[in-house]
């Protein structure tokens, strides 16, 4: 087995294969930390992509039990925890990001691992000649015989979700998801473990605790969890968008932080209705933490799509997804560590539609879709059914538009995955939905910040994903997370941190409505070299792909300013799916090399 790509190392036993390893140095830069890492008596492999933030609480007691270090880095420990209470133990024990590979000769095993929420990648393929595995779709392509194929029954989940559950758009290419670990042995089938089981989270809905007494208990929890995530060899910075979250995470960062040149970047727009400028400017002027701003704009958008995409491998779903790479690109001038608030709203319940589903009948949205049962009645069982409403909640085209841009648009097939999974979910409504978007929605967005950040050698961490912070938020009665009218107003969503927010900057600044990372792609689309793009360049192909319906299309470019919301919507998941597919399956393997940062 060769274990180093860059110096080969040949090791006896059962296995035929190769483990290679690029790393972006953040604990221990010496030779010592090198990956891929091997056992004293060079029978056990490892490698590891992520950070493990509890790894040195373990250092004393496998020292105490004979284990000899010869590195300070976290994946020394995560070597000999292995060694010490094998793969269900270890990973029992880890509190991180990350994605393992650990090849056990003196067991003739194999084991790749992905941490609980998805924060790090891992794919794999596996036929009757061959099992590769990696962080990147891109490495595939060096297999023998291998090609790059769209794998259209995925198209109907990729249509409405943006996203897809359990596999990439590429045929034999999977997913391995998160909480689970793949075990690989000679003459034997790849056999799949759930480490983690999200249902073993019950919510304390009985506590006699106040709210206030919960805020305190949150305030700790999230300073710790910052604390942790600060760890670092190299310099840490936070990715300040202004809104609750990061902005909560860049003053506990900068209050743990024993770096006195802590500091954030943050992407701005020239449209004040994208930009929360302002907010990042009370952020930084509060809390004295020097801030770097960088602006977005069509021309940069339109010149980096292609390079974003490439670097994704899978269509730009979020239009955000190009702020996070500009934003990591400008970083690396200043850190090399970036803390973000990612994961907040799904583990605190942040997003309006947690209240709309837990009481889909006391919100004018029912209402309004009346008129749209007798089309299709499947807008009916949305609001009937639990299952269908959670699923639904997070779909991005409406069906009727997804039935004009695909003849054979297939309903049941794009929820299939989605409604097996959330009928496995405990709890209440609410409960449910905090769970399924973990599970569904969140991974989506874990990958698009790893992947944007790493095409800079850039590592994104998320404090509100630690292990300890996420059971603490199930230990949180949801009448303390999800208010609907308060002293400071209606919708009132992850309200504790709100309320800390408020005190730490101000009610206006907690209690404003909340705008998300917005990106202006109307105006984008109406800039004339962007249309030019889109016109001379993506229709056609999307024309000679034949996937969606090349008249609708055509329609919605004729005048992008003047389509509505949905159908604007619908037509960013056909141009990010077409651009992806001109990369990836129609470009031949040379041109890549215009895509490397």
Known sequence: MEVNHKNPTHIEGDYNGVIGFNRLSILDLSVNGHQPMMSPDEKVILTLNGEIYNAFDYKDELINWGYQFKSTSDTEVVLALYLKYGIDGLLERLNGMFAIVIADLSKSIMHIARDRFGIKPMYYIFNNQLFAFSSELK???????????IEEDQLNEYMLFRNNLKNTLFKDILVL???FYLSVSPDKQPELTSYFKINHFIRNSNSTSSREVYEKMLEICLSKSTRRQLISDVKVGCQLSGGIDSSLVTYYANRNSTNTQFESVSIIFSDPSFNEEPFIDQVSNNLNVPSHKFLLDADYYLKHFEKATWHLEQPINHPNTIGIYL?????KEYV??????EGADEVFGGYRRYYDISYPFRNKVFFSKLKNILRYPHELKTYIDPAYRAILATAFMPLGIAEKLRNDFDFKSAIKNREALYKKLDGSLFDKQVKYEMMSYLPDLLIRQDKMSMAHSIENRVPFLDNEMVNFAFNTPSKYLLIRKSAEGYNNEKYMLKKIAARIFDNN????NKMGFGIPVRQYFNNPDFNEYLNDKILPGIKTRGIFNYSVVSDWLKKPGNITYQQLESLWIVVAFEIWASIYIDQPYENWNTFIS
């Open 509 to 512: 600044f907690a209690f404003r």
């Open 327 to 331: 934003l990591s690109q400008r970083a």
């Open 336 to 341: 090399t560590v970036l803390l973000s608030g």
């Open 139 to 149: 490495t595939f392509r060096y297999l023998p015989g291998f090609s790059y194929q």
């Open 177 to 179: 998801n998160p909480g």
